[in-house]
Each structure stands twice: as C-alpha cells, then as structure tokens.
C-alpha cells in the first residue's frame, strides 16, 4: 500500500471514526431517557447522577455525530466516560472485560484522541473555520 495515498484519506477514516462513535454513543441516553433500542435496567427510576450523565450524553452524542465544538464536547464526553469507569466500573473488580467497563475505557480514549485530533473531514467545525488545518 502506498503511505502517501492512506495519508491522504486520513481526515475521511478520521470523520468516519468520529461519526461512528457518535452514533454508537448516542445509544446511551436513548436508552436511559427513551428505551430505544431497548429499555435500559431500572430505567423506570433513574438516579440523578444517571439522569446527569444522559443529559450530557444526549447533547455530546449528536454534536460529535455532526462534528460542532469537536474538540470540547470530546473533552468533556472523555471526562464523563473516565468518570463512569471509576465510579460503576472499576468498583467490580480491575479487569475491564470482567467489570464490563471496556465501553468506557474504549470511548474514553476514542473521545481524547477527538481532543487532540480534531473532526476531520465532513464536519460543521471544517465548515465554521475552513481555515483550520485538517488531521492528516
């Protein structure tokens, strides 16, 4: 494969992985607020501290979906998801895949490589400021 030519689709592969986690990270609050796709355990009644994290969820998701306030949004869905690691997953034990926290760690990371790489392609924020430099 030439470097040059996968250089090339970098901000493409970057603007797909940044929808893609938007869309799979926009599960979490339609299933807290809305039971879609399927209802989440104990929904009926949620604490506020879920309650909380849904709201974030709920605005966060869409944004990096539509690539607005990229590098912000990331930060903070970053923060939520360490967060939600620490505080429901890490209490059941060290192993994420055992703990069933390896969502969080995975879009944690995913969302602080958003922080530091940007949209991408196909984004508002290209848009808003096409000057800015794209990711390469």
């Known amino acids: 494969m030439n470097s040059n030519m996968l250089a090339s689709w970098a901000p ?6 940044r929808i893609i986690t938007g869309l799979l990270f926009l599960q979490h609050p339609l299933m807290k607020f809305f039971g879609f796709p399927a209802p989440m355990a104990g929904s009926s009644h949620l604490p506020p501290l879920i309650q909380a994290a849904g709201a974030i969820e709920i605005i ?3 944004l990096i979906v539509l690539g607005l306030f990229t590098r912000p949004v990331a930060f903070v869905l970053c923060g939520e998801m360490a967060a939600a690691y620490w505080i429901a997953h890490a209490p059941r034990g060290f192993w994420p895949i055992l703990n069933s926290g390896e969502s969080a760690v995975l879009f944690c990371f995913v969302f602080l490589y958003l922080v530091f790489a ?8 290209g848009l808003r400021h096409p000057a800015l430099p794209k990711a390469t």
């Open 12 to 17: 493409r592969a970057l603007a797909i992985l």
């Open 60 to 62: 966060g998701a869409p």
């Open 118 to 125: 940007g949209p991408g392609a196909w984004s508002l924020d």
